[in-house]
């Protein structure tokens, strides 16, 4: 059996087969316990017919005046002859047959009791001081049809048995274990970003300490997320204001000195200034993606909102970014601020690691798919995989704060959308392409 099979199939065949099991193990035995009842039923009607025919036999011998040899006893109709006899002297000599008797099949000397042969069980008797002797024989094949009968007769009520026995279990697992199966599928179906607890509901005692642990976790981990992002949000916050004030008073600086080594120096912390500032603004970002809120409660219209953006990078790459927009609204239930910070994003780390000789494609389709596409190096998978971590960049030498794919990466898990990292790009031999479908299913069910 598949380790990784469910515990309700499990328990649905095991008991399945368990109850198969028992039920043929039963009617074995009792098939068993029938042929020996049986087989005690026969020896008896042997023994009985024996005693029976015995007196007759007898007396039909003793009051023969010449005649002594063997008659064959005549049959009123035809029939099936199951038992079959002879009667002889002590000598083995033949003096009385029934009309079927194959007398080879009793021994040359007669002989008391049950004996057997490969084909036949016989009783013995004897009268008159043992001079006469009876052999009663039946043949061994007509008690193993009755038993194969029995036992079929046994086994006949378990085809209407096993198949009713089968939609009970499975029925009883079933129903047993729906609150275990909701209980999973409520933890399949949340989202990376939903650290609410489990509702625990009915579960079965056995489960109860399982879901009060996964809560304690939930619990732990939204205390250090939670922990974690207003570290970031906060430290990026405050951080904006001392390096606004030391910026402006570095530019200030700057125009007032004469001497261009030291004008260098000052250009050189104004740009570690403003890498600053930008990494702070990143943070910012990255917290508010991490900290979910990423879902409105009513749809909006996402097409103008990446118009705008597309048109606040027209005067930073003049003629660079080629946006193509669908006829039609795309509506989704991504909040607009958070879809604005992901499209920013993608434009951004377009524009900044793809090739300058090459346009940044910016389409939006009809089914809410955004693709963001640049020229350039194509990436390794190896690297690929990796851009979605923090602080992770494909070239170094490129200025930038690694957080640009990070952010996306946090919003579109966060709200069920999926995101692709392709390299080369879709229909060209190189260059980098970003996809994320801004109306999944979870988006768009509430935004017709």
Known sequence: MNRNSSLQKRLGIGLTL???LLW?????ASGLVAQHEM?????????????????????DILNRETDTGNRTAPALKEHDEYLTYVVRDRQGSLLLQSHDADLRVFSARPREGFTNTSTHRIYGASAVSDTLYIEVAEPLAHRREAALEAGLALLAPLLFLIPVSLFGVWWVVRLSLRSVVEFQRSIESRGASDLSPVDKGPLPEEFKPTAVAVNRLLARL?????????????????LRTPLATALAKVQRLKTQL??????KNVVEIEEALRSLSTLSGKLLELAKAEGGGAISQK???LVPI???????FEPRAPGRIRLTLPEHEVNSLLDPDAFAILARNLIENALKHGSAQHPVDVIMTDDGRVRVCNGGAIVPPDQLALLRNRFARYDTETGGSGLGLAIVDA??????????LRSPATGRSDGFEAEVNVTPAGLREHSH
Do not use: C, Y
Request: charged content about 20%; overall charge negative.
């Open 39 to 59: 087989n005690e039923v026969f020896d008896s009607a042997l023994e009985e017919t024996a005693q029976r025919i015995l007196p007759l036999a007898v007396t």
């Open 306 to 312: 990446l118009a705008m953006i597309a048109r606040d």
């Open 411 to 420: 919003i579109a898990s966060g709200s069920g959308m999926p995101l692709h």
């Open 258 to 263: 004469a001497d261009q080594h030291l004008k």
């Open 222 to 238: 939204n205390r250090a997320l939670d922990a974690e992002r207003s570290f970031t949000a906060n430290s990026a916050h405050e």
């Open 18 to 20: 368990g109850v198969t």
């Open 299 to 301: 749809p909006h219209n």
């Open 24 to 28: 043929l193990l039963g009617v074995a």
